[in-house]
């Protein structure tokens, strides 16, 4: 008897022990030399569920119509986005809109029946207000984006509200900070991949601009200048995001850093350059876009967050858990509305989106040979 309950009792760690192990195969992909630990691993089941999650909808029709003729904004009321697409264009935009964001319930989600110039419903103000922000990105953010561009498909996959988006975290009584620990610690989240890192890496880093880099450029503490003046409870933060962009894109860490050096950019994979232009692409639509005006004050009570803000973007929100949004269909080579005005002007507009992306040069201070001074 004592012999089969100790059985039971080593079957049932052993099990406790690998409930969180995946079971193989498992897929590695090699990204370095061998022995080097630059490598990807990937778990096929969850490869199938994500490209289930990731199927890319069909333009209709397929390609942009004929851009001559009248336009939208001479022929209907309060079209101040979209005013110089073709009236074909304009309609084929419309319907890809509801598709996108509103499939269930329709134009009128938007729209007052009867009066599509009626702005009384918020969603008028906030979806007029997204197609300012997605030409912002397809015009301004191309080191990121670059000849993928983004549509309103790559956020909302048909839901009225992104289903991957963020508020400031609520209070909560079991807050390790009033213990003298950390904030939002020991309190396993999503966010942050259910560790007990920090769970709202986002404030500081998607939303204000607080130094995200804690690695000393020397060995060690160092002196002077040199010396390693970041805290553990920043580290714990700095983590916290990296956790949370690893998880989003379904990657590894050694997608965008070096196991030789995690700090050095002169080795670092391409993609770390790619990811700090995202980290503060994410940044600017926080800033300029979702937590600003008109539309901190549009939302009704009922799509605001525990303490009254609005949702906004971080690196799940478009990539969810691939590590390209949609495994980077070029959708918005479809559909030139989102597009720059300026860049709709030519009837092959979206054909001529990567040239543009490939001509984007980083900025002065942009990770290059050396890091930047505030880096992430």
Known sequence: MNKTLGICGLVITLSALLAGCERPPIIAVQGGPRGTAM?????????????????????????????????????YQNVKVLGDLSLGEFARTMVALTAWVSPQQGCN???????????????????????????????????????????????????????????????????????????????????????SLPSDPFTDYLLNDKPIRVNGPVPMAGKGATANRHSTKQAEYTYGLMVHMSSSLGVNCTYCHNTQSFQDWSISPPQRTTAYYGIRMARD???????????????????????????????????????????????????????????????????????????????????????PKVGG
């Not at 199938?48 to 069909?58: D, R, Y």
């Not at 967050?305 to 949004?325: E, L, S, Y």
């Not at 002007?345 to 001529?352: E, R």
Request: charged share 15%; with cysteine.
């Open 285 to 371: 639509l926080n800033q300029s876009y979702l937590n600003a005006e008109p539309l901190t004050s549009v939302f009704p009570a009922n799509r605001r967050g525990p303490n009254g803000d609005i949702a906004k973007v971080n690196c799940t929100t478009c990539h969810q858990g691939a590590f390209k949004p949609l495994y980077g269909a070029k959708m918005a080579q479809d559909y030139p509305a989102m597009l720059p005005s300026d860049k709709r002007k030519d009837p092959n507009a979206a054909a001529a989106l990567p040239a543009a992306a490939a001509s984007a040069t980083p900025t002065a201070n942009a990770p290059q040979a050396a890091a």
């Open 39 to 75: 490598e990807q691993i990937y778990n096929p089941r969850t490869l199938a569920k994500q490209a289930s999650l990731n199927v890319v909808p069909e333009s209709s029709p397929p390609v942009p119509v004929q851009a001559d003729g009248p336009t939208a904004g001479k022929t």
């Open 109 to 195: 989600y938007c729209h007052v029946e009867g009066n599509f110039a009626d702005e009384s419903k918020y969603t008028y103000v906030v979806s007029r207000r997204m197609l300012q922000m997605t030409q912002h990105l397809n015009g301004e953010w191309q080191q990121h984006v670059a000849s993928t561009g983004v549509t309103c498909y790559t956020c909302h996959r048909g839901n009225p509200v992104p289903q991957n988006v963020w508020y400031d975290p609520k209070k909560s009584r079991l807050d390790t900070a009033a213990m003298g620990g950390m904030p939002g610690m020991n309190q396993p989240a999503a966010s942050v991949g259910l560790s």
